[in-house]
């Protein structure tokens, strides 16, 4: 007994099916904290090359963040968020950059599209061309004039070719340009007259950014510090190396979000599942050699032996299957990251990090885990005197410890406080609750499960019992064998929890944004595309049957809650209707929308309305002014006029259009709702829309059913990601059940061969064990259902203000459906191969 070590190393050598459920829950525990640790390293490291500003060695442009602390003392936390906009900076800051020694050229650069009727393009002023390395052998284009690059007069087509004309429609409106050149060129890019850009982008007094070349034999790094200090307190922010591909894409730091928010949430969620996964198999497969560590106790072996031996057994398997499932957990990132790029939510040119950083976590966190739950299911072998180790051995206890009871009673009355206190929540802290109230009644399951399983086998038995001698003795078999039956439990239970729940909220979130959309559009039609300037309206208006036209402008603004910065969906409307709800009824709870009306009187600060769940998170009360930032990061205090039932089929905050038209990247409008007269001609006026949308790409005209189809689409993004998540971690679970199932029924062998011996035929066996795995699904499914009712209650009362949760009956058969048939699915193929075995030499055989 002195080489415990080397026993281990033998067990595992010579009996690998006693270890294999913890190899399995291991290898695919490794998989997915691997996929989610490179994400959440991808989007810690994400960055993107200079392009266009690859020879300008230092670019001055806007901030992508904003920031915020929060707290005080040693709880002091600055929160900082991408902003959704880009932010621009003063024109008149190229005299000061001038200024600073050792700069030769200040570039100003603007960059804003530019729609024709087959592409939307990047447009530049001429002199910025410079910095993207275009020829400039050619003649600069004068006022009304445009040089293409030969990607962009592709993208064209007909009229893109030297003396031709091309329709081009910017922020400020829709202009024809007489191409003067195409030159050679990587990007799909135009370049107009430097009178001009600034006009034609909306913002005559802002630019991108500037572009700063500098002397001969000049240090970069000396002069982006003298700059630093020159622009101090101007907001504008000096970058370099890398940093110069940010202000090409603004839209990095969303990715990053994206890609943290993947793999620190969905990765605590994964680690969290996992940690139950791994602990169940392993403990139950410590629980099954209880008869191999009752012998070595009672030939002499102490407890810190056994402990050491099971420590070396458990690290050997978490080490193995650690190693192997790197590899899967890689290839599984690698496919969800090209899908998201595929899908355009990823930022062009970020590429996904592998480093071995993931993978030592995945590999440690299993192994960690598994070692505690080893030696914590090896605590009651260990202890166990010598002369009573066999006697002990042979018999299962209902009851768990005192400091596993407390904990499991702990758990359970907390996920009862936090449901209570999700009660009140709203929006996204009803969601944040929901996570922590399903995580504590799992913990209290996993905790309690031998004593859940008895006392609902005691519960559920007469349903056994109606099946004759097969049902009673399986009965029999789960009274006397309720720890087994526990960790076939859990693992079905975890599965039902979080399918039912993810699935339900998703759901949720899916009926009620759609019933909110239909309930308020109140439009006759909605006029779509990529982008409408502002006198689009103007032009629809003049369509004869037409009464009015409102412009939705649609962005995202910033806004600090109690602890964190949240980005809030924004609709900024204007247009020429005088009474928002003649096509836009947001359910107005209290105060009134009049203010936000085009040309109508507003508070000082200007006015904003919010959805009520929003205006709660945020602290905003009515009539009072409320801190807001822009997409661009300026900050406003508008007040609040208006609260509103339905944020989440429109938007959770409502703006007058002249509030943010200068602080998006284009002041282009994605919606017009328009309102056709009382006596109108509706066949009539849908032709003259029609004509009017042929100006403009991928223009779509719709009506109310059509708008609700549209904006379902809209959300596809949203809705895949979620589908990815709930299909990873119901998969993970399912597997976990089982396996869990396959390995419990594998080490009956004795047991089902004795009972053969006794007289019992194969076909009465299969009953038996039919229906034990059938107790083991009802008992999941109630126990699953109810955590997730439980969960959902308060979810649905902050997230949407209903008490009663919303069901989905489709997906509720099909989850009750296949709980109840799992564990019968998956016992069945192993139960027929253990009965082939002849029953003398399956008790006789080892386990």
């Known amino acids: 007994m002195g080489r415990p070590n080397g026993l281990a190393r033998t067990s595992v050598r010579f009996r690998p099916a006693s270890f294999a459920g913890s190899f399995v829950a291991l290898l695919f525990a490794a998989m997915l904290v691997t996929m989610c640790g490179i994400f959440l390293e991808s989007g810690i490291r994400a960055h993107v090359p200079a392009g266009r500003y690859a020879d300008t060695p230092i670019v001055v442009a806007g901030p992508n963040s904003t920031s915020k602390t929060f707290g005080s003392g040693e709880d002091k936390e600055n929160v900082k968020v991408a902003l959704p906009e880009r932010a621009r900076v003063d024109a008149g800051l190229a005299a000061r950059i001038a200024a600073v020694p050792g700069v030769a050229t200040v570039l100003p650069d603007l960059t804003f599209p530019a729609q024709t009727p087959t592409a939307v393009l990047d447009a530049h002023p001429w002199s910025a061309a410079r910095l993207a390395g275009t020829p400039h052998d050619g003649a600069a284009p004068r006022p009304g004039e445009v040089v293409l690059t030969t990607d962009a007069a592709h993208r064209i087509g007909a009229g893109a070719s030297a003396g031709g004309t091309v329709r081009v429609t910017t922020p400020a409106g ?218 002990e051995a042979g018999v299962e206890r209902a009851r768990v410890g005192w400091v596993r009871l407390v904990l499991g009673l702990v758990a359970l009355a907390g996920g009862g406080v936090l449901s209570a206190i999700a009660m009140k929540a709203t929006g996204d802290q009803a969601v944040g609750a929901a996570g922590g109230v399903i995580m504590l009644f799992m913990l209290g399951v996993g905790l309690l499960g031998p004593l859940l399983a008895h006392l609902f086998v005691h519960a559920s038995g007469f349903l056994l019992r109606l099946f004759g001698a097969p049902g009673r003795l399986a009965f029999d078999n789960a009274r006397s064998n309720s720890r087994r039956l526990a960790s076939a439990i859990t693992p079905i239970t975890l599965t039902v929890a979080f399918a039912t729940t993810l699935m339900f909220m998703f759901a949720a979130q899916d009926h009620h944004s759609e019933k909110q959309s239909k309930a308020a559009l109140t439009a006759d039609r909605v006029i779509g595309g990529p982008g409408f300037p502002a006198g689009t309206t103007t032009e629809i208006a003049r369509v004869p049957g037409v009464a009015a036209v409102t412009s939705v402008l649609t962005t995202n603004v910033v806004m600090a809650g109690s602890d964190d910065l949240q980005k809030y969906a924004t609709q900024a409307v204007g247009g020429t209707d005088t009474d928002l709800a003649r096509v836009l009824d947001l359910g107005v709870r209290s105060g009134s929308t009049d203010a936000l009306r085009p040309g109508a009187a507003q508070p000082p600060g200007g006015a904003v309305a919010m959805d009520r769940f929003t205006a709660d998170t945020v602290k905003a009360r009515l009539g009072k002014p409320i801190e807001i930032r822009l997409g661009d990061g300026t900050r406003i205090k508008p007040t609040l006029v208006a609260t509103y039932d339905r944020g989440l089929g429109t938007a959770a905050v409502t703006l007058p259009r002249a509030t943010v038209e ?35 790409p991928d223009t779509r005209v719709s009506d109310r059913a059509g708008y ?93 203000g209903e008490s009663t949760p919303y069901v989905p009956i489709p997906p509720l058969l099909g989850i009750s459906a296949a709980a109840l048939l799992l564990a019968p699915l998956s016992v069945a193929p192993i139960t027929r191969r253990l009965l082939r075995v002849e029953p003398i030499d399956a008790v006789g055989a080892k386990e």
């Open 708 to 800: 609700a189809a549209e904006r379902n689409q809209d959300l596809e993004t949203n809705k895949w990601t979620n589908q990815v998540m709930l299909v990873v971690l119901a998969g993970f679970a399912t597997i976990a059940a089982v396996n869990t199932m396959i390995v419990s029924t594998a080490a009956r062998r004795r047991e089902l061969g004795l009972m053969r011996m006794i007289g019992s035929t194969r076909s009465q066996v299969r009953a038996v064990v039919r229906g034990e795995a059938a107790l083991v699904g009802v008992i999941g499914l109630a126990l699953g259902l109810t955590i997730a009712m439980i969960t959902l209650v308060p979810f649905g009362k902050g997230a949407f």
């Open 174 to 391: 829709e202009v024809p340009l007489r191409v003067s050149a195409v030159l050679p060129g990587s990007g799909a890019r135009l370049y107009v007259a430097d009178t001009e850009a600034a006009r034609l982008a909306g913002n005559p007094d802002k630019v991108t950014a500037f572009g700063v070349l500098l002397k001969d034999h000049t240090s970069t790094g000396k002069v982006a510090g003298e700059l630093r200090k020159a622009l101090k307190g101007t907001g504008a922010e000096v970058r370099t190396g890398d940093g110069r591909g940010e202000v090409e894409h603004p839209g990095l730091g969303t990715t990053k979000e994206l890609l943290i928010a993947v793999g620190a949430s969905f990765g605590g969620i994964v680690a969290a599942v996992a940690v139950f996964v791994v602990a169940g198999s392993t403990s139950l497969s410590v629980a099954q050699r209880r008869r191999d560590f009752a012998l070595l106790r009672a030939v002499g072996a102490t407890p810190w032996q056994i402990r050491r031996m099971i420590a070396t057994e458990t690290a050997m398997v978490s080490l193995l299957a650690g190693l192997i499932g790197v590899f899967p957990g890689t290839l599984l990132a690698h496919w969800w990251f090209d899908t998201m790029v595929g899908r355009g939510m990823i930022e062009d040119g970020v590429t996904l990090a592998v480093g071995p950083v993931p993978m030592l976590v995945a590999v440690g966190a299993g192994l960690l885990s598994a070692l505690l739950a080893g030696l914590m299911a090896a605590r009651a072998s260990a202890r166990t005197k010598p002369t009573e180790a066999l006697g």
């Open 662 to 696: 200068h602080h998006v990247d284009a002041a282009l409008d994605t919606r017009l709702l328009v309102r056709l007269a009382d006596r109108a001609d509706p066949a009539a006026v849908d032709a003259a829309l029609a004509k009017v949308a042929q100006a403009h």
